[in-house]
């Protein structure tokens, strides 16, 4: 199969040069749409929704369960040992996003927010950043002001219409398949 590309002609003769074609479109646009995140110090998320499918399981005792993905926990591992500091940010007050964020070794667990733009003025002042070295992942609405905030404001695929319309970035994974992982290879791209 034959494809036109900025009208040069390539030849595809199998799924992996596909593959290696849609990587190089991928990694050009990357290179001219995003802006240099190398002063980025710290990625915050939302919970539900980014780092879940943002369902609600509940067990017939009442216990409430949620899907968390272990390419996102190895996102915030890569970003830990690069010196990024890392968060959740949530408008829940549970025990198991607690037990999440200690598990992951997580530096910020902000949970119970009505208002995340206090709770971002409070992080950087207690981490000492300023939002222009903050990435932040959000999915509804409650999140857009600090989208619109930080240096690199992204959201899942699947977020609310209303996101997508004001963030810098929109991953290619749905909320809870790798969302943090898409986000932490971008920022981590630009501090080699």
Known sequence: MKIHINGEEITIQNLHDLEEIMGNIKREYIHNNIPDLSGIKMLLTDCDGCLTDGGMY???TGDELKKFNTRDGMGFKLLREAGILTGIV???KVELNRRRVNKLKLDVLEEGCTDKMENLASICKRFDVTPEEIVYIGDDVNDIDVIKAVKFGCCPSDAAYAVKEVADYIT???GGRGVIREVAELILSYKK
């Open 90 to 92: 949530t408008g829940e």
């Open 58 to 60: 509940y067990a017939e």
């Open 172 to 174: 290619g994974a749905l």
